[in-house]
């Protein structure tokens, strides 16, 4: 099964890039994750390359690649930066958001797995499929059905290394199919997008690197301070099911010529 990625993080209006990445792939599987260390507690940073870390060791050192072994990784992120916590009282509350996709290229199943705002988005066909649900107070009052504009994105219920602890949210195995499309990132990328957008950006391009490019301009043009991390993934060939455009969904992506 073929399968692409392009990757890319970068500095906002931050003393500091918080935000850790990471891929890998191998002819059997794929791993990509991003990880954001949550602002306003020290010891973010390091919560996030902890996490990162442990959990590529983890899958590099397991002998399989199932979702119950993904779990298994990620509980032992979870008591990894617990053990850190108690051993340093300075980064006693550090925390990290951590968004992570697993792909089986042997028997073509995708997972994921999240806690906190980062997210995974799936594309299929060039349309958005599903995309996770962040563990914020934004989010528990949209699907409350209440009013949410004003409420500080940032506020989260869940990150790995809060107290109380709470568990990760992992998918269900999604079979695979060709030119599926996949966006690991963080909110400093996904909060100065829509999913249309995205979409829009899926469908004027040829390959992945392009797509994240695109995307990547489109946030530059915005009023970003965040910190911006994402890993693009295709598998197959999205472009030929999504090559297809008109000039008004280009406008933002497109340089005006006035």
């Given at each position: 099964m073929k399968m692409m990625f392009a990757s890319r993080s970068q500095?906002?209006?931050r003393d500091e890039n918080q935000d850790r990445t990471a891929a890998e792939v191998d002819e059997q599987r794929g791993f990509f994750l991003v990880c954001d260390g949550v602002a306003g507690l020290p010891g973010g940073d390091y919560a996030a390359e902890l996490v990162r870390d442990t959990l590529l060791s983890a899958l590099q050192n397991s002998s399989s690649f199932t979702p119950e072994s993904t779990r298994a990784a990620i509980a032992k992120c979870q008591q990894t930066l617990a053990d850190a916590q108690g051993k340093n009282p300075k980064f006693s509350r550090m925390s990290t958001t951590l968004a992570a996709l697993f792909i089986d290229r042997k028997n073509q199943l995708a997972w994921w797995a999240h806690a906190g705002d980062s997210r995974v988005y799936h594309f299929r066909h060039g349309?958005?499929?599903e995309v996770t649900r962040d563990h914020s107070l934004a989010q528990q009052l949209q699907d409350a059905g209440y009013e949410?504009?004003?409420?500080?994105?940032?506020?989260?219920y869940n990150a790995l290394g809060t107290d109380?602890?709470?568990p990760v949210t992992f998918s269900t195995a999604?079979?695979?199919?060709?030119?599926?499309a996949f966006l690991v990132c963080t909110d400093g990328f996904w909060l100065n997008l829509t999913t249309r957008e995205m979409e829009q950006a899926l469908?004027?391009?040829?390959?992945?690197?392009e797509w994240l490019t695109l995307m990547e301009q489109a946030v530059n043009q915005s009023d970003k301070r965040d910190n911006l991390s994402a890993l693009a993934v295709w598998v197959g060939e999205p472009q030929d099911a999504t090559l297809?455009?008109?000039p008004a969904d280009a406008a933002r992506f497109v340089p005006s010529r006035n």
């Open positions: 500095q906002g209006r349309r958005l499929s949410n504009s004003g409420i500080n994105s940032n506020l989260l109380p602890v709470r999604l079979e695979l199919s060709d030119g599926d469908r004027m391009v040829n390959a992945c690197e297809l455009y008109s």
